[in-house]
């Protein structure tokens, strides 16, 4: 594991080198905060609560999220793989003990500690404006069973991500694919609206897909949208889909090997 950790503080030291890019994003985040609330605002006008849930208890829903993103999301991990197979970069680590999906996130993890810092500040930066609409529960459980949660999303997004970037050694351009990928998760992984919102046999459906998995679920549990049984049975799906997401990104690469001509690098 030591090769993996060297990894990791040299993913933090790269990432640091860019941190006005997460600085920027942060900024970024701050201004969609503040659409997300003048637009569920106007959607609340004139009623006391959507779905059984007030404007306070959305709009912490949607802060949670962003929030979530900084330390969970896969943002470029899939074109900087692509860009290591094009460019021939991957073929150092075909000669090498190096194992590259376990490289890939440890590189991931260190990306999200700077990314998660900076969307901390931004979040320091927004509660003076909107301290008076969040309402968080109290309850333990939630943190107890919200933070493994939050650690088997992160494993989901970065294996799709993954599997998207594995593309590369078939197709010489990724980008359509992503974006399609992109849309699905915004959609079906609640950042557009809270799930729970959707019709009742919608919902338990998406219950069964991935994408539920990667910002509804955890969110879900911290700000208090669904129970404790709730989040048992899902956490027993959404690690059984981290392990069948792990398992199809190490097929993908083992296949993948099979097309990749070792030129460059």
């Given at each position: 594991?030591?090769?993996?950790?060297?990894a990791f503080v040299i993913g933090l030291q790269s990432n640091l080198i860019y941190r006005w890019n997460f600085a920027v994003r942060s900024l970024f985040w701050f201004f969609h905060l503040v659409v997300v609330f003048i637009?569920?605002?106007?959607?609340?006008?004139?009623?006391?609560?959507?779905?059984?849930?007030?404007?306070?208890?959305?709009?912490?829903?949607?802060?949670?999220?962003?929030?979530?993103?900084?330390?969970?999301?896969?943002?470029?991990?899939?074109?900087?793989?692509?860009?290591?197979?094009?460019?021939?970069?991957?073929?150092?680590?075909?000669?090498?003990?190096?194992?590259?999906?376990?490289?890939?996130?440890?590189?991931?993890?260190?990306?999200?500690?700077?990314?998660?810092?900076?969307?901390?500040?931004?979040?320091?930066?927004?509660?003076?404006?909107?301290?008076?609409?969040?309402?968080?529960?109290?309850?333990?459980?939630?943190?107890?069973?919200?933070?493994?949660?939050?650690?088997?999303?992160?494993?989901?997004?970065?294996?799709?991500?993954?599997?998207?970037?594995?593309?590369?050694?078939?197709?010489?351009?990724?980008?359509?694919?992503?974006?399609?990928?992109?849309?699905?998760?915004?959609?079906?992984?609640?950042?557009?609206?809270?799930?729970?919102?959707?019709?009742?046999?919608?919902?338990?459906?998406?219950?069964?897909?991935?994408?539920?998995?990667?910002?509804?679920?955890?969110?879900?549990?911290?700000?208090?949208?669904?129970?404790?049984?709730?989040?048992?049975?899902?956490?027993?799906?959404?690690?059984?889909?981290?392990?069948?997401?792990?398992?199809?990104?190490?097929?993908?690469?083992?296949?993948?090997?099979?097309?990749?001509?070792?030129?460059?690098?």
């Amino acid at each position: 594991m030591t090769k993996y950790g060297h990894a990791f503080v040299i993913g933090l030291q790269s990432n640091l080198i860019y941190r006005w890019n997460f600085a920027v994003r942060s900024l970024f985040w701050f201004f969609h905060l503040v659409v997300v609330f003048i637009l569920w605002g106007a959607v609340f006008a004139g009623k006391a609560g959507i779905g059984g849930f007030t404007f306070a208890q959305t709009l912490t829903y949607f802060v949670v999220v962003f929030i979530l993103q900084f330390f969970i999301g896969a943002f470029n991990e899939d074109y900087q793989i692509s860009e290591d197979i094009r460019n021939g970069l991957i073929n150092q680590f075909l000669l090498k003990p190096i194992n590259y999906f376990a490289y890939r996130l440890s590189v991931f993890a260190a990306a999200r500690v700077v990314s998660g810092f900076f969307g901390v500040l931004a979040l320091a930066a927004a509660l003076p404006f909107f301290r008076g609409y969040l309402d968080l529960p109290h309850e333990g459980w939630r943190l107890a069973l919200g933070l493994p949660a939050m650690a088997l999303t992160a494993v989901i997004q970065f294996s799709i991500a993954y599997c998207f970037g594995l593309l590369a050694f078939w197709f010489l351009e990724i980008q359509g694919f992503v974006i399609l990928s992109m849309a699905v998760e915004n959609l079906l992984g609640g950042q557009i609206f809270p799930l729970d919102l959707l019709p009742h046999a919608a919902f338990n459906a998406a219950r069964f897909l991935p994408f539920f998995y990667q910002a509804y679920f955890p969110a879900a549990i911290l700000t208090g949208r669904q129970g404790i049984d709730f989040a048992v049975q899902g956490l027993a799906i959404q690690a059984a889909w981290a392990f069948i997401l792990v398992c199809l990104a190490e097929a993908i690469w083992r296949r993948g090997l099979r097309h990749h001509t070792a030129a460059g690098g």
